[in-house]
């Protein structure tokens, strides 16, 4: 009788012992990410296509490897301050592993403060041009300012175009591309006759615009974003002015189009390709990503996909599962260690194939694109076209 006891108790043992060692299978640790973007204020006309790229990204994928990715949003309302706080909120209170965000560029460099700080991977769906320290703890989806600009300047050579008027938002997005233009006019032989600026939330440029019309310019160009940016356009056709017009690829977006109107007819710019996804060629491998995005776009929003920024959200999302596939193999979700593995995952990815570019980071800069990520398109009837 004590010996059938004794088995018993040592079956009860053996069986917890089973259960216990189960456990971190069963109930492994969910991926939390937080994704912070501007709903109202003057960035919402991005910050919305940015909501609806992360939610096609659940779409497409929620979980790796039986693991759900747990996702928090919190709206910065269009401000650098708020997008900080976030942040902080959504490391502190909600432990997440990862923060994709925001907007715009002031406030992504607002939460790449918090991001080094805390030591949080921050994938930034705007520009944050950051490099050497400040760019350990941060990727950029979209493509630097000087790749894309090159593209037009290229362009700008072949159609004679020998000067060039600038008006671009006064924050650090209107920098970079001034910047980028004083790098890649020189050799093309175009010189650059103004450097106007204007804040997001102006109502006019008329002011400025006056000024750029004065000095003939043969082409203008403008570095800003979304529904502010066709200020700059409604004003030169109000001014009657019939030089070539420029943009980047900041403004492929469709409330963009809706506000500009006939001023931006004809208007070239930079884009990544999943703009024209079905204009590719078969043979180029962003093609099938950039249609699988659409249809995962068209499930979640029960709408199609017509602008460029809902698949750089899109893109931040294949760029954190990739990258946390990988980690996992080193650390559980919602440890520091993780949070460090996850880093380094990020920070080594290789050929990933998205919407927009074939990603490929490093330790002493924000960026992971090159030339497949650009393409040259017209706008054409309200529909961009793509530029041979």
Same mark, same amino acid.
């Given at each position: 009788?004590?010996?059938l006891r004794?088995?018993?108790?040592?079956?009860?043992?053996?069986?917890?012992?089973?259960?216990?060692?189960?456990?971190?299978?069963?109930?492994?640790?969910?991926?939390?990410?937080?994704?912070?973007?501007?709903?109202?204020?003057?960035?919402?006309?991005?910050?919305?296509?940015?909501?609806?790229?992360?939610?096609?990204?659940?779409a497409y994928?929620?979980?790796?490897?039986?693991?759900?990715?747990?996702?928090?949003? @919190?709206?910065?309302?269009?401000?650098?301050?708020?997008?900080?706080?976030? !942040?902080?909120?959504?490391?502190?209170?909600?432990?997440?592993?990862?923060?994709?965000?925001?907007?715009?560029? %002031?406030?992504?460099?607002?939460?790449?403060?918090?991001?080094?700080?805390?030591?949080?991977?921050?994938?930034?769906?705007?520009?944050?041009?950051?490099?050497? !320290?400040?760019?350990?703890?941060?990727?950029?989806?979209?493509?630097?300012?000087?790749?894309?600009?090159?593209?037009?300047?290229? /362009?700008?050579?072949?159609?004679?175009?020998?000067?060039?008027?600038?008006?671009?938002?006064?924050?650090?997005?209107?920098?970079?591309?001034?910047?980028? @233009?004083?790098?890649?006019?020189?050799?093309?032989?175009?010189?650059?006759?103004?450097?106007?600026?204007?804040?997001?939330?102006?109502?006019?440029?008329?002011?400025?615009?006056?000024?750029?019309?004065?000095?003939?310019?043969?082409?203008?160009?403008?570095?800003?974003?979304?529904? %502010?940016?066709?200020?700059?356009?409604?004003?030169?056709?109000?001014?009657?002015?019939?030089?070539?017009?420029?943009?980047? /690829?900041?403004?492929?977006?469709?409330?963009?189009?809706?506000?500009?109107?006939?001023?931006?007819?004809?208007?070239? !710019?930079?884009?990544?390709?999943?703009?024209?996804?079905?204009? @590719? %060629?078969?043979?180029?491998?962003?093609?099938?990503?950039?249609?699988?995005?659409?249809?995962?776009?068209?499930?979640?929003?029960?709408?199609?996909?017509?602008?460029?920024?809902?698949a750089y959200?899109?893109?931040?999302?294949?760029?954190?599962?990739?990258?946390?596939?990988?980690?996992?193999?080193?650390?559980? %979700?919602?440890?520091?260690?993780?949070?460090?593995?996850?880093?380094?995952?990020?920070?080594?990815?290789?050929?990933?194939?998205?919407? /927009?570019?074939?990603?490929?980071?490093?330790?002493?800069?924000?960026?992971?694109?090159?030339?497949?990520?650009?393409?040259?398109?017209?706008?054409?009837?309200?529909?961009?076209?793509?530029?041979?």
């Amino acid at each position: 009788m004590k010996s059938l006891r004794t088995l018993r108790g040592l079956a009860a043992t053996v069986t917890t012992a089973a259960l216990m060692a189960a456990l971190p299978a069963a109930y492994a640790a969910d991926y939390t990410v937080g994704f912070v973007t501007s709903l109202v204020g003057p960035v919402s006309s991005l910050g919305i296509p940015y909501q609806k790229g992360i939610q096609a990204g659940q779409a497409y994928q929620s979980e790796i490897d039986g693991r759900k990715v747990r996702l928090i949003q @919190l709206d910065d309302a269009s401000d650098p301050s708020t997008a900080a706080r976030n !942040a902080r909120k959504l490391i502190e209170e909600d432990k997440v592993d990862a923060i994709i965000g925001t907007a715009g560029s %002031p406030g992504a460099l607002a939460i790449a403060a918090v991001a080094r700080e805390s030591k949080t991977p921050l994938i930034s769906i705007a520009h944050a041009s950051l490099s050497g !320290a400040e760019a350990e703890w941060v990727v950029t989806v979209p493509q630097p300012a000087t790749l894309m600009i090159s593209a037009v300047v290229d /362009h700008m050579k072949k159609e004679g175009v020998k000067t060039l008027g600038y008006i671009g938002f006064s924050d650090a997005w209107g920098d970079q591309v001034y910047e980028a @233009l004083q790098k890649t006019t020189p050799d093309a032989g175009i010189k650059v006759v103004s450097n106007e600026r204007y804040a997001r939330g102006d109502t006019s440029v008329a002011g400025q615009v006056l000024k750029i019309v004065s000095q003939h310019p043969d082409a203008v160009i403008t570095g800003n974003s979304g529904t %502010p940016g066709a200020l700059p356009y409604l004003a030169l056709a109000d001014r009657g002015y019939k030089g070539k017009l420029y943009g980047t /690829h900041a403004l492929i977006n469709p409330a963009f189009i809706n506000v500009a109107r006939s001023s931006v007819e004809g208007l070239l !710019a930079p884009t990544g390709p999943v703009i024209v996804a079905e204009q @590719l %060629p078969e043979s180029n491998p962003i093609r099938k990503v950039a249609l699988a995005y659409r249809d995962a776009y068209q499930k979640a929003n029960n709408a199609p996909a017509e602008d460029a920024f809902s698949a750089y959200s899109f893109d931040a999302w294949l760029i954190f599962l990739d990258a946390a596939k990988r980690a996992s193999a080193k650390a559980e %979700p919602g440890t520091p260690e993780f949070r460090q593995a996850l880093r380094d995952a990020i920070k080594s990815t290789k050929e990933l194939v998205g919407t /927009h570019a074939v990603y490929n980071f490093h330790e002493d800069t924000t960026y992971g694109t090159d030339e497949r990520s650009r393409v040259v398109v017209r706008l054409e009837k309200g529909r961009w076209k793509l530029v041979p």
